[in-house]
Structures are given as C-alpha cells and as structure tokens.
C-alpha cells in the first residue's frame, strides 16, 4: 500500500502544489493528470524519494519512505523522463548495467529475451546513439519485464514516442502487473487500451 | 553488494575505453605543461632539477582536476544518477566503484608517465620511486576530494570552474607532502614520514569522501 499525506511541493521559490494526497492498495493503478507544468514529474519524484517534499510525507506499506530507504528502493521501479541509456553502451549492455546497478541478479540470457520481446532484436548489439527517440524507450521500458517482483512501478511518460502496437503491448504489460496485485503510477497525456481504467489523480486540483 | 560495485566498475571502465580520446588529452595535458617549464623558466639543468619534484607535481594535480568534471556529468545528463540513487545498494558502495575506475582512467596513466617526465627535468634518479609511490598515493585522494567537488557543482552553470575554486585550496595538504617527499628524499632525510601522512590521508578519505559524496549527489538531484 502506498499513501501520500499533505504533500506540498516546492520548486525554486514557487509552491506548486500543497495539501496533496492519495492512498493505493495493491493491484491498483493511478494516472496522474494535469497540465504541463502543473508538477507532474515532480510529484513522482517525491514519490520515489529521489526529492524531498516541503511538506508532508510518503508512505510505503505503513512506513515513511525516508526511514527505510533501501528496502522501499528494493522493492521499487522508477523508470524517468530521461532513459538513461549511455550512447556508447549496446542496449544491452545498458540494460544488464541497469539490473545490476539496481541490486537486481539477472541472467543475460533474461535481458536478451527481454529486448526481443519488446522488439529490439536487431538492435541487441548497436551502440545506443544510433537508435530512434521510440527504440530508445523501449530499451528502458525492457526492464518492466524483467521487474515482476518489484511491487511498485512508478513511470514518468511510458507511452511517448512509441508505435501503436507497444503502447498496446505495454498497456497489457501494465494491467497484468496490476492484476497480480502490482501498483502502477505513472503520468501520461495518451490514451491507452487498459484492461481496466486507471484511476485519475489531477494535480491541477491542488495547485497554488 | 560487491556485484553493484563491480557492474558500475566495469561499466565505467569499458566508457573510459570506448572513449579513450578523453583519457589521452588527459595525458597529453600532463605531458605538455611539464614540457612548458624548460620554456619558461629557462633549460639550465640544475635549475630544473631543484624545481622538478614540485613541476611534476603540480602538473599531475592539474590533470587530474581537469577532467574532474566529467565523473558524474553524463550520468547525471542521461538519467543513470537517478537509477543509481534508487538502488538498494548503498550510494557510498556505488560511488566508490566511479571514483575507482576513474582513477584507474585518469591517475594511473599520468602516474606511468611520471618518471619519463622525471628524466626530462634531470630528476635524479634516486627519487624516481619516491615519486611514483607519492602519486600512487595522493592522486586517489585528490580524486576522492574532487569528487565530492564534482558532486556539489553538478548541473551548476560554471560549474567546472567553480569546481577548481572548491577543490584547489583541499589539494594543497597533498601537494605539500607530495613534492615534499621527493624532496626530502633527495635531499637525504628520507622520505618516510611523508608518505605515511599521504597514507593516512589516503585512508580517511576513502573512509569518508564516498559517504559525503553521496550526500551531496542526493542534494544535486534534488
């Protein structure tokens, strides 16, 4: 369970949003909506516990978040606005990198079926510059598949620059890790064919 | 934990390979900032000789905080930092693992180097290992102590100036007891006391640069 309080949030000498706060039980999914700027993007970071909120705090499984930092990080996936993908690294070597660095023991053979399953076959050994905006995000998005035991996944844009077929593809990925008692947050202006629709939080309602 | 340290060092360290142009201007810098002496200061031998110890210093510690700015830049550009950040590994574990595999990239090649240089300046040769051995241990800590520099100014417009301005004035203790051990060591006093205070300096800072520069990672990403 995941529950925010209070949660205000301050950008350089800007309050962007204050008195926010949601509560997620397992196997739900939340959008967050909003116009730009609205602190989308900084909401989910203090989620994750990347920033500091001005006011308030998180919850994960009844504990705050900031108390119990590497347990919390274990058993989540946050996956940015930036992909972080080296350009003079293969895609997989990225992605075996972002396992590793993340804690997580996966075979290569794991990655590798996790590149083809999201379509990047042909790309496995490329250097990361030479792939499309669309490629590269589903080089990030791979590690969704190999991520099934982290509970929480919190996903900043997953379905920018991707073809019809994946965001179809990652919506089905979405709703399964729900239906297996998965929480899934994340921000996005698309809509997506979910098995069932995501609950709507608006930051815009509390916005200064 | 040693698996998260070793995928981050080699990781860093096949990026040092596929961009080795970076690491040779870094030895190029080394090299050619100790050739400026002779033109300046003029090719009398016994002259170079008794400034050598400190010229080659002085150069090793400019190369090394010349590309001091790149330890965290692209990762934090490309979003691997706050990958990293949200490990359930330690950040200082991490940390640790860059700052070594920068070393290995940036310090050990300028250190190979160094007794050639030596022999350039007519450094006797007496002092060839003293000075090898006093890099070997102070260009990690000024790597240490740059890094949490790097750290602090990361994304911060000038940074890489600003960076000079923070971390120079923490390079002089090193600096001092660095050419001072060649020196004393040439001079016949022995060069032990020296190169103990480097070692001891060596090891707090591995002890306690990591944790402050994981500190201060948290605070740049903020």
Redesign the interface.
């Given at each position: 369970m995941l529950e925010a309080q209070e949660l205000a949030c301050l950008k350089g000498d800007r309050l962007l949003f204050r008195d926010l706060a949601f509560r997620l039980q397992d196997g739900e999914m939340l959008r967050i909506a909003g116009p730009n700027g609205v602190g989308k993007t900084s909401l989910l970071r203090l989620v994750?516990?990347?920033?500091?909120p001005e006011a308030g705090e998180v919850r994960w499984r009844g504990h705050c978040i900031r108390r119990e930092r590497?347990?919390f990080?274990?058993e989540?996936l946050?996956l940015?606005?930036?992909?972080?993908?080296?350009?003079?690294?293969s895609p997989l070597?990225n992605l075996?990198?972002?396992c590793?660095?993340?804690?997580d023991?996966v075979a290569a053979e794991h990655c590798v079926q996790a590149l083809v399953r999201i379509g990047l076959e042909n790309q496995l050994d490329l250097p990361a510059r030479v792939l499309s905006q669309g490629q590269r995000r589903r080089v990030g998005l791979a590690r969704l598949f190999l991520s099934a035991r982290r509970p929480l996944w919190v996903l900043d844009e997953p379905f920018t620059a991707l073809d019809v077929h994946a965001v179809a593809d990652l919506a089905a990925t979405l709703s399964e890790h729900c239906a297996a008692g998965g929480i899934v947050m994340m921000t996005t202006h698309q809509d997506a064919p979910f098995a069932r629709p995501p609950a709507v939080l608006d930051v815009g309602a509390f916005a200064c | 934990m040693l698996?998260?340290f070793l995928?981050?060092l080699r990781?860093d360290l096949?990026?040092a390979w596929?961009?080795r142009a970076d690491v040779l201007v870094t030895l190029a810098f080394f090299v050619i900032v100790v050739c400026l002496f002779p033109f300046g200061v003029g090719a009398e031998p016994n002259q170079l000789r008794a400034i050598a110890p400190g010229v080659l210093w002085v150069a090793a510690l400019l190369a090394c905080l010349l590309s001091l700015h790149r330890l965290f830049a692209?990762d934090y550009?490309?979003?691997?930092l706050?990958?990293?950040?949200?490990?359930?590994?330690?950040a200082a574990v991490?940390v640790m693992a860059k700052v070594l595999a920068f070393w290995l990239s940036t310090g050990l090649p300028v250190i190979a180097v160094a007794p050639a240089m030596a022999l350039l300046l007519d450094l006797e040769q007496g002092g060839l290992p003293v000075l090898v051995l006093s890099l070997a241990l102070g260009t990690p800590i000024l790597t240490l102590l740059g890094a949490v520099g790097a750290a602090l100014t990361l994304g911060l417009r000038g940074g890489g100036m600003l960076l000079a301005l923070l971390v120079l004035p923490l390079f002089v203790p090193v600096l001092i007891f660095g050419a001072g051990a060649v020196e004393a060591q040439l001079s016949g006093s022995g060069a032990v006391a020296h190169l103990l205070l480097l070692g001891g300096g060596l090891t707090g800072a591995i002890a306690l640069a990591p944790w402050a520069c994981a500190a201060a990672l948290r605070i740049s990403?903020?």
């Open positions: 994750t516990g990347l920033a500091l590497e347990a990080h274990g989540l946050y940015g606005h930036a992909p972080a993908l080296n350009d003079l690294l070597e075996r990198f972002a590793a660095a993340a804690g023991h | 698996s998260a995928a981050v990781r096949l990026l596929r961009g692209q550009a490309d979003g691997t706050e990958q990293l950040l949200l490990s359930r590994e330690p991490w990403t903020d």
